[in-house]
């Protein structure tokens, strides 16, 4: 009892003794480095964490804190790491006023934020990846110039152990600055954030970025993965400031809540429409372009309203709808279009079209857009993506058609359809060989749409889905206005949402293909942050070869004409623009060779690989050659090194060597005159195995059939036996795995000769090879498609004969019903 005493009162006086050069600062001239770029910390005013030499979290539970303590908050980040939270300033004078430093703390810091305000807390430790060139002389001699210790060591890193009262952070400093090292940093403490899931207010209602089946308007759920995949993508990129996408539309607010104007480029003349010509914002209920802009680039993670595709691209709002929604001259729509290519926009977003087949409707508009695709980004070309139009009714047969200039004959322009949220064609977007790509959107219109126009059509019960952002306060589309030729449901005056911060500045109310098009712009955003150097064609290219073939269509030479090249995939597209790593499936001892394709000019590659793989090829080579150490699953990973930071591509998994059968799976402890099915585990299809070669030892009289990866034996004699499996690849033949087997005598059923081609004899047994000549039994017959082909009842003797003469080769399932007993067996026909 003295002895916890004794260890609660150090734990307290710990925690009160911060040391006294502990002060606060306001700089950020505290970094760690990130490769060789240094990331600035920035130290929080009132947190402080401090690190144990040994687990403390459980005695704290029965501790009685001094008061000044026990009112602040104490979070544990894991068993040795406790962070303070100090309210007042009294509370860190008490605490920068106490002498002394006790054993049983090893390191006290600030805790830090980085750039995002992520909290990073210090602990006593390092990771540090020396080097290949390095030799284990100078590893020792840094070593023990900063008196650490290695507590774990393997091909991705170092983990080291700082000495008590040193700086973890000044000391990961000393080793990149050393010129000895890949990368050295602190072995932070932080939040992890699972597959990039923001907290914005209602980001679970965009179905259409991340589907899980979830409700989220009118009762409606779709399908698991109906969706483009977006928080995938932002584990690779969350987009670049420098990325512009031009909205060309009725106008976006400025300073929106989840839009400010410091991620706006707002320019004069950018609006071509009634009113300021230096003032492209949104009037009266024209909500339109603040729903395509929302969708596109809403602020991310900030706790209120949607998350924007690329949430950290700029959006440039360029106005051509008047207030009243009357028309406007051809020269201003055209005009709009050279104004974004002029002005800088990469990629221009276009959720309008006009009544008409023809693609050449507006001469000025077409050459307006062939510009644009090729002399705009210094002659990459601009992305012009456009909305394909609402007009179709599937529900009456009506396909519907592509409007200008959605339908323009010029390369690399992106038409958009409209998915819905179990990945089928919606009802309105056209089926026509001119759409490239669809996105999620609402399902369909509600009837009362089509019954004001005289025409049928629409489905009871479906309206706008689509959640994006609103302009505030009582105009847009939140409360729903009272317009009488407006969609009907929703309900004029409705508001959802109806609650939440600055729930007015968002709405549940957008559809058509006019939000599947801002979709594929935002991707289009992400894939151009990443590799900004992709020309507009090749843009298009991935897109397209990287979208979901869903929805059960016909998709001939990878095109449907209801969903062109499929749905949107965010994830897959930015990790193929990104270069990507490439070479073999399956890397032997005489090595593979790995390539990064599309390397970023002036980009240089750091390589990594996986257990069972070893570099032969020079660091930074391109391409790279790995050989075969062992056998097993591995990974070869490229890290690229480019003046804006690093960027880890995905893993390149491949299988080392010979193939490894881990186990087999089957009985172990079965009887004579059955059959037994055995497993070569795991059916692993990354080993590439094309043989397997089964062993029966000692064979005893029995059968072995050997069908690949599996194998049936026919057990007819009692014993023990071992039974070996082995699998070859492009590497060679691996090594047996054994599984031991015994067969013990038993009443059973014997079939003979097996396989056959006529005549069968089935035949029932007990121990000892007894007939069984006052039995009633039963015997079915099954095809390899397990159809009944025969059955037999009220059999008395121990025998029956089956004529198989015109059975179709095969292996055939056999149940016989004895008393009691179920026995099963395989006759195999073979001609």
Same mark, same amino acid.
């Given at each position: 009892?003295?002895?916890?005493?004794?260890?609660?009162?150090?734990?307290?006086?710990?925690?009160?003794?911060?040391?006294?050069?502990?002060?606060?600062?306001?700089?950020?001239?505290?970094?760690?480095?990130?490769?060789?770029?240094?990331?600035?910390?920035?130290?929080?005013?009132?947190?402080?964490?401090?690190?144990?030499?040994?687990?403390?979290?459980?005695?704290?539970?029965?501790?009685?804190?001094?008061?000044?303590?026990?009112?602040?908050?104490?979070?544990?980040?894991?068993?040795?790491?406790?962070?303070?939270?100090?309210?007042?300033?009294?509370?860190?004078?008490?605490?920068?006023?106490?002498?002394?430093?006790?054993?049983?703390?090893?390191?006290?810091?600030?805790?830090?934020?980085?750039?995002?305000?992520?909290?990073?807390?210090?602990?006593?430790?390092?990771?540090?990846?020396?080097?290949?060139?390095?030799?284990?002389?100078?590893?020792?001699?840094?070593?023990?110039?900063?008196?650490?210790?290695?507590?774990?060591?393997?091909?991705?890193?170092?983990?080291?152990?700082?000495?008590?009262?040193?700086?973890?952070?000044?000391?990961?400093?000393?080793?990149?600055?050393?010129?000895?090292?890949?990368?050295?940093?602190?072995?932070?403490?932080?939040?992890?954030?699972?597959?990039?899931?923001?907290?914005?207010?209602?980001?679970?209602?965009?179905?259409?970025?991340?589907?899980?089946?979830?409700?989220?308007?009118?009762?409606?759920?779709?399908?698991?993965?109906?969706?483009?995949?977006?928080?995938?993508?932002?584990?690779?990129?969350?987009?670049?400031?420098?990325?512009?996408?031009?909205?060309?539309?009725?106008?976006?607010?400025?300073?929106?809540?989840?839009?400010?104007?410091?991620?706006?480029?707002?320019?004069?003349?950018?609006?071509?429409?009634?009113?300021?010509?230096?003032?492209?914002?949104?009037?009266?209920?024209?909500?339109?372009?603040?729903?395509?802009?929302?969708?596109?680039?809403?602020?991310?993670?900030?706790?209120?309203?949607?998350?924007?595709?690329?949430?950290?691209?700029?959006?440039?709002?360029?106005?051509?709808?008047?207030?009243?929604?009357?028309?406007?001259?051809?020269?201003?729509?055209?005009?709009?279009?050279?104004?974004?290519?002029?002005?800088?926009?990469?990629?221009?977003?276009?959720?309008?079209?006009?009544?008409?087949?023809?693609?050449?409707?507006?001469?000025?508009?077409?050459?307006?857009?062939?510009?644009?695709?090729?002399?705009?980004?210094?002659?990459?070309?601009?992305?012009?993506?456009?909305?394909?139009?609402?007009?179709?009714?599937?529900?009456?047969?009506?396909?519907?058609?592509?409007?200008?200039?959605?339908?323009?004959?010029?390369?690399?322009?992106?038409?958009?359809?409209?998915?819905?949220?179990?990945?089928?064609?919606?009802?309105?977007?056209?089926?026509?060989?001119?759409?490239?790509?669809?996105?999620?959107?609402?399902?369909?219109?509600?009837?009362?749409?089509?019954?004001?126009?005289?025409?049928?059509?629409?489905?009871?019960?479906?309206?706008?889905?689509?959640?994006?952002?609103?302009?505030?306060?009582?105009? +847009?589309?939140?409360?729903?206005?009272?317009?009488?030729?407006?969609?009907?449901?929703?309900?004029?005056?409705?508001?959802?949402?109806?609650?939440?911060?600055?729930?007015?500045?968002?709405?549940?109310?957008?559809?058509?293909?006019?939000?599947?098009?801002?979709?594929?712009?935002?991707?289009?955003?992400?894939?151009?942050?990443?590799?900004?150097?992709?020309?507009?064609?090749?843009?298009?290219?991935?897109?397209?070869?990287?979208?979901?073939?869903?929805?059960?269509?016909?998709?001939?030479?990878?095109?449907?004409?209801?969903? +062109?090249? +499929?749905?949107?995939?965010?994830?897959?597209?930015?990790?193929?623009?990104?270069?990507?790593?490439?070479?073999?499936?399956?890397?032997?001892?005489?090595?593979?060779?790995?390539?990064?394709?599309?390397?970023?000019?002036?980009?240089?590659?750091?390589?990594?690989?996986?257990?069972?793989?070893?570099?032969?090829?020079?660091?930074?080579?391109?391409?790279?050659?790995?050989?075969?150490?062992?056998?097993?699953?591995?990974?070869?990973?490229?890290?690229?090194?480019?003046?804006?930071?690093?960027?880890?591509?995905?893993?390149?998994?491949?299988?080392?060597?010979?193939?490894?059968?881990?186990?087999?799976?089957?009985?172990?402890?079965?009887?004579?005159?059955?059959?037994?099915?055995?497993?070569?585990?795991?059916?692993?299809?990354?080993? +590439?195995?094309?043989?397997?070669?089964?062993?029966?030892?000692?064979?005893?009289?029995?059968?072995?059939?050997?069908?690949?990866?599996?194998?049936?034996?026919?057990?007819?004699?009692?014993?023990?036996?071992?039974?070996?499996?082995?699998?070859?690849?492009?590497?060679?033949?691996?090594?047996?795995?054994?599984?031991?087997?015994?067969?013990?005598?038993?009443?059973?059923?014997?079939?003979?000769?097996?396989?056959?081609?006529?005549?069968?004899?089935?035949?029932?047994?007990?121990?000892?090879?007894?007939?069984?000549?006052?039995?009633?039994?039963?015997?079915?017959?099954?095809?390899?498609?397990?159809?009944?082909?025969?059955?037999?009842?009220?059999?008395?003797?121990?025998?029956?004969?089956?004529?198989?003469?015109?059975?179709?080769?095969?292996?055939?399932?056999?149940?016989?019903?004895?008393?009691?007993?179920?026995?099963?067996?395989?006759?195999?026909?073979?001609?």
């Amino acid at each position: 009892m003295i002895k916890l005493k004794i260890v609660i009162a150090i734990i307290i006086i710990g925690i009160l003794i911060i040391i006294y050069s502990f002060k606060e600062s306001n700089t950020t001239d505290k970094f760690y480095y990130a490769y060789n770029e240094k990331i600035f910390l920035i130290p929080s005013k009132n947190k402080i964490v401090i690190r144990y030499n040994n687990s403390k979290r459980k005695e704290f539970k029965n501790l009685s804190l001094p008061i000044f303590i026990e009112e602040k908050q104490i979070e544990w980040q894991d068993d040795s790491t406790i962070v303070i939270t100090a309210q007042d300033r009294l509370f860190r004078n008490k605490l920068t006023n106490e002498k002394g430093w006790q054993n049983d703390i090893v390191s006290m810091h600030p805790v830090y934020k980085e750039e995002s305000g992520l909290e990073m807390y210090i602990t006593d430790e390092i990771l540090v990846k020396f080097y290949d060139n390095v030799s284990q002389k100078q590893i020792n001699e840094i070593h023990k110039k900063h008196n650490v210790k290695v507590i774990k060591s393997d091909e991705n890193y170092q983990l080291i152990k700082v000495s008590e009262n040193s700086d973890a952070l000044e000391i990961s400093i000393s080793y990149q600055e050393s010129g000895l090292v890949l990368f050295s940093e602190p072995n932070f403490i932080s939040k992890v954030e699972l597959f990039q899931i923001p907290n914005d207010e209602f980001f679970n209602r965009q179905f259409y970025l991340n589907n899980t089946g979830q409700i989220f308007t009118d009762g409606h759920w779709g399908a698991n993965d109906a969706d483009i995949d977006a928080p995938e993508a932002w584990t690779i990129t969350q987009g670049n400031n420098n990325i512009i996408v031009a909205v060309i539309d009725q106008g976006v607010t400025p300073n929106h809540p989840d839009l400010p104007n410091t991620r706006q480029v707002r320019l004069n003349n950018s609006n071509l429409a009634d009113g300021d010509p230096n003032n492209p914002s949104a009037t009266a209920n024209n909500n339109h372009g603040n729903a395509c802009a929302g969708i596109i680039a809403a602020t991310r993670n900030n706790g209120e309203g949607i998350s924007g595709i690329a949430p950290n691209c700029r959006i440039m709002p360029i106005r051509i709808c008047n207030t009243d929604e009357t028309g406007i001259a051809v020269d201003r729509v055209a005009a709009a279009i050279n104004f974004a290519r002029q002005n800088g926009a990469h990629i221009i977003s276009n959720s309008w079209g006009y009544g008409s087949t023809n693609q050449n409707f507006h001469p000025a508009i077409v050459e307006a857009i062939r510009t644009a695709t090729t002399t705009g980004r210094g002659g990459l070309g601009c992305l012009v993506v456009f909305a394909a139009g609402n007009n179709a009714r599937h529900t009456v047969g009506d396909t519907g058609f592509v409007q200008f200039p959605a339908n323009v004959n010029i390369q690399g322009v992106l038409t958009v359809g409209a998915s819905d949220r179990d990945d089928f064609q919606a009802d309105y977007s056209p089926t026509s060989n001119l759409i490239d790509i669809v996105a999620p959107s609402h399902r369909a219109y509600p009837p009362d749409v089509y019954i004001r126009q005289g025409r049928t059509g629409g489905i009871a019960g479906e309206t706008f889905e689509v959640w994006t952002i609103d302009i505030p306060n009582n105009t +847009g589309y939140n409360p729903y206005p009272n317009n009488p030729d407006w969609v009907h449901p929703p309900v004029a005056g409705e508001q959802l949402p109806a609650a939440g911060i600055n729930f007015l500045s968002y709405t549940s109310r957008m559809g058509g293909t006019s939000a599947a098009c801002p979709q594929v712009a935002g991707v289009a955003a992400l894939m151009l942050s990443i590799n900004p150097n992709l020309t507009q064609r090749q843009v298009f290219d991935i897109l397209t070869a990287t979208a979901d073939r869903v929805g059960g269509y016909i998709y001939t030479n990878g095109r449907s004409n209801e969903l +062109g090249f +499929g749905r949107l995939n965010a994830y897959k597209a930015v990790a193929q623009a990104v270069a990507y790593v490439s070479g073999p499936a399956i890397v032997c001892s005489s090595g593979g060779s790995f390539t990064v394709n599309n390397l970023p000019t002036g980009a240089t590659i750091t390589w990594s690989q996986g257990p069972n793989l070893a570099r032969t090829s020079a660091q930074g080579s391109n391409p790279c050659t790995f050989s075969s150490t062992g056998s097993g699953s591995s990974w070869v990973r490229a890290t690229l090194v480019t003046s804006c930071g690093s960027v880890t591509l995905p893993d390149k998994v491949v299988w080392s060597g010979t193939p490894v059968i881990s186990y087999i799976s089957g009985p172990t402890y079965t009887p004579n005159n059955q059959w037994a099915t055995y497993y070569a585990m795991p059916n692993n299809p990354a080993m +590439g195995v094309t043989d397997y070669n089964w062993i029966l030892n000692p064979l005893n009289g029995n059968s072995v059939y050997d069908y690949g990866w599996t194998a049936d034996i026919a057990f007819y004699n009692s014993d023990y036996y071992q039974l070996l499996v082995r699998g070859q690849n492009t590497c060679g033949w691996g090594s047996y795995t054994v599984t031991n087997i015994e067969v013990y005598g038993s009443k059973g059923m014997s079939i003979y000769p097996n396989p056959a081609s006529g005549e069968v004899t089935i035949e029932i047994q007990s121990s000892g090879d007894k007939e069984l000549t006052a039995t009633v039994w039963e015997l079915e017959i099954y095809t390899p498609g397990m159809i009944l082909k025969e059955k037999k009842t009220s059999l008395k003797d121990n025998k029956t004969i089956i004529n198989t003469s015109g059975w179709q080769e095969g292996i055939y399932m056999l149940r016989v019903k004895h008393g009691e007993s179920l026995l099963t067996g395989k006759l195999i026909i073979k001609r």
